[in-house]
């Protein structure tokens, strides 16, 4: 899945499990950091994609923070791993 694109929509990131959000938003993140670096030197072609990262990242750290409040929750096959545990 590409970061920045319309398979990344939050449905899709509420079926992820903790780590895998991690991993994506590390991703999103060393992506942003590549194109910002691309536009400082004249080298970017597409300017949107720094906006549809950029709200990617939004998305991820949305559905982080909702979880870390109890209002949104883990994937079930992760909680019931851990519940046999």
């Known amino acids: 899945m590409a970061v920045g694109s319309k398979d990344l929509i939050s449905k899709e990131l509420r079926g992820f499990d903790d780590d895998r959000l991690v ?3 590390r991703k999103a993140k060393e992506e ?3 194109l ?3 536009s400082a030197t004249g080298q970017l072609d597409n300017h949107g994609r720094l906006r549809a ?7 991820i750290y949305t559905e982080m923070r909702e979880r870390e409040l109890g209002i949104g929750s883990a ?3 992760s909680a019931e791993s ?3 545990k």
């Open 53 to 59: 990262v950029r709200k990617d990242i939004a998305r």
């Open 82 to 84: 851990e519940e046999s």
């Open 36 to 38: 910002r670096f691309q």
């Open 75 to 77: 994937p079930a096959e």
């Open 23 to 25: 991993d994506e938003l």
């Open 32 to 34: 942003l950091f590549n």
